[in-house]
Antibody
């Protein structure tokens, strides 16, 4: 069974940093591109970052570019998101999401989410 | 960058009735279109990919159609568990982009 479990969320002050983790199991982690998708309270879904299986290709949404860093450790079946210079507008539930190995950059499995609250 | 627009924002439907949700892309996305369902307090769930292919375990009452700039998600006979927010997402062009969602509520 595919499982994605995020951790590391919490309350942080504006300008602060936080690191999210996503532990994967039930599939060959290194074969899949992985992503972070966030959802602000009461709002829709926003893709923010992706990383290919071998970490060769990394992309960011403009809203987080230069502040967030995505990475992965295939030996540990883990995905990470280092978030720096956090702003109030970064307050959201952060989901890690898997892309299938077949054609198509959609998200077939999602973690349960980690809540990040940026507030003084 | 593709902009995805969903309509209506809210759809009021009685149980057992048919629901039709629309997703419009600012430019051609071919059939590279997915639909997700999100119930309150829950994680988004993949319903449809490739515009019309149901994901594993998705009931046949969910169907997708369309291509190019216009796509549709149809729920043939709404069940109580179908009242939720539905999002479309294009993956024809980078970056992947979601619509703003359609909330399906009980009439």
């Amino acid at each position: 069974e595919v499982q994605l479990v995020e951790s590391g969320g919490g309350l942080v002050k504006p300008g602060g940093s936080l690191r999210l983790s996503c532990a994967a199991s039930g599939f060959t982690f290194s074969s899949h591109s992985m992503n972070w998708v966030r959802q602000a309270p009461g709002k829709g879904l926003e893709w923010i970052s992706s990383i290919s299986g071998s970490s060769t290709y990394i992309y960011y949404a403009d809203s987080v570019k230069g502040r967030f860093t995505i990475s992965r450790d295939n030996a540990k079946n883990s995905l990470y998101l280092q978030m720096n210079s956090l702003r109030a507008e970064d307050t959201a539930v952060y989901y890690c999401a898997r892309v299938p190995v077949t054609y198509g950059y959609y998200f077939d499995y999602w973690g349960q989410g980690a809540l990040v609250t940026v507030s003084s | 960058e593709r902009v995805m627009t969903q309509s209506p924002a809210t759809l009021f439907v009685s149980p057992g009735e048919r629901a039709t949700l629309y997703c419009r892309a600012s430019q051609n996305v071919s059939s590279d279109l997915a639909w997700y369902q999100q119930k309150p307090g829950q994680v988004p769930r993949l319903l449809i990919y490739g515009a019309f292919t149901r994901a594993t375990g998705i009931p046949a009452r969910f169907s997708g159609s369309g291509s190019g700039t216009e796509s549709t998600l149809t729920i043939s006979s709404l069940q109580s568990e179908d009242f939720a927010v539905y999002y479309c997402q294009q993956y024809n062009n980078w970056p992947p982009a979601f619509g703003q969602g359609t909330k399906v509520e009980i009439k």
